[in-house]
């Protein structure tokens, strides 16, 4: 994207240090940043995954070093996170993406700049962050649940893949693997979808949008704070988190609606609806893990359900390019974000209808 330069030339008498005149952008414009991003995915999706896969081997290999590798990976990341936008701009000029391209930010003296950013988020990092016991805003209760099990005795290591012999843990990855597919539809399709059945150009998305995701944060917190209370008051886990879920799910079901509906505020109320429910049910599925895990797999099943989310997400992708090229609708689209939830509500609760928490086996 380029932006307008000034046609104006300036007075011949005019100082040459004078700053060029500022040029402005319109705030909507970034919500098409994020539809173009997506493209830039689509064009090369396996030396992406390529990419993506790489940095994560050098980021483990990074952090496993003991002291140094976690600082080390702070500093770099913006260095490789510079080579990534460099393959971005060699996609925007026709020419051909690299697994090479995430090294790109260590050549050619950019080295030095990049390192620098990471330097500073490292300082800043390190001035902020404290550990729980000396954190000012951590209560004593706050505190005594985080250590409640800290004196759980580890008999031996628990690899990613023993996980994998848990209902439990199928029940999070089918959760992950149905849901976040459609909330990455709502963020890269959306502005798409506006344009072409309501009309609205993309630089005057803005208010739109902004009410759309603005309801989503609001979800985010309305979610958590619905299961803390039924927990609260029941002292019932297992109702409180599949009350809260859900209820999540019926307020995504008015999405399927949208084809008969001409009016852009219901659009947006109904999307937005879904948003925030999304965001609801993320915050109540993410925390099962916790009610039902040991502390100690917690990060591996999540991570495992994070890469279901987007393994599903890619192959949605492609449905929704295909159903879009064969059909030109979305009615099926909004029908399958409508039933997601339903659906992955049902099954996690096949697997896990009592919510006890796992007993490790050998």
Same mark, same amino acid.
């Given at each position: 994207?380029?932006l ?21 952008l ?7 940043w ?11 999706p ?19 070093v ?5 600082? =080390?990976?702070?500093?770099?990341? +913006?260095?490789? /996170?510079?080579?990534? !936008?460099l393959g971005?701009h060699?996609l &925007?000029? $026709? ?15 950019r ?11 490292l ?29 759980e005795?580890?008999?031996?290591s ?10 439990e ?9 149905l ?17 072409e059945?309501?009309?609205?150009? =993309?630089?005057n998305?803005?208010? +739109?949008?902004? /009410?759309?995701?603005t !309801?989503?944060?609001?979800?985010s917190? &309305?979610? $958590?704070?619905?299961?803390s ?33 001409q009016?852009?505020?219901y659009a947006?109320f ?40 987007m393994?599903?997400?890619f ?20 029908a ?23 007993k490790?086996?050998?």
């Open positions: 994207m380029q307008p330069e000034s046609t104006t030339a300036p007075p011949a008498d005019a100082p040459t240090s004078a700053a060029p005149p500022p040029r402005k319109p705030a909507a414009d970034g919500i098409g994020w539809s173009e991003s997506w493209r830039i995915f689509c064009a090369a396996g030396t992406w995954l390529g990419i993506f896969v790489l940095f994560i081997v050098i980021s483990v290999a990074l952090v496993l003991p002291v140094v590798g976690s600082l =080390i990976h702070t500093v770099l990341t +913006p260095v490789f /996170a510079g080579g990534a !936008m971005c060699a &925007a000029r $026709g020419e051909p993406l690299r697994v090479g391209h995430l090294f790109e930010g260590f050549q050619h003296g080295l030095a700049p990049l390192c620098i950013l990471g330097l500073i988020w300082a800043v990092w390190l001035f902020v962050y404290r550990q729980p016991a000396q954190h000012p805003s951590v209560s004593k209760s706050e505190l005594d649940y985080i250590n409640s099990d800290r004196d005795a580890v008999e031996q628990v690899s990613w893949l023993s996980v994998l012999k848990y209902r843990t199928w029940a999070f990855i089918v959760g992950k693997l849901t976040d597919p459609v909330w990455w539809f709502y963020l890269f399709w959306l502005p798409k979808w506006l344009n059945s309501r009309h609205i150009d =993309i630089r998305l803005g208010l +739109p949008l902004i /009410a759309i995701y !309801m989503a944060s609001v979800g917190v &309305a979610g $958590g704070w619905l299961s209370h039924l927990m609260a008051r029941y002292n019932k886990p297992n109702f409180a988190r599949k009350i809260s879920m859900g209820i999540c799910a019926v307020c995504v079901v008015p999405i399927a609606t949208l084809s008969h509906f009016s852009l505020w947006v109904a999307v937005g609806l879904a948003a925030a429910a999304h965001q609801g049910w993320s915050a109540n599925l993410v925390t099962l893990v916790g009610d039902v895990f040991p502390r100690r797999l917690v990060g591996t099943v999540v991570g495992i359900g994070g890469v279901a989310g393994v599903g997400s192959f949605y992708s492609g449905v929704i390019g295909e159903t879009l090229q064969r059909t030109g609708q979305y009615w099926a689209l909004f399958v974000g409508a039933s997601a939830y339903l659906v992955a509500l049902g099954i996690i609760h096949l697997l896990m209808p009592r919510m006890a928490p796992v490790l086996r050998d």
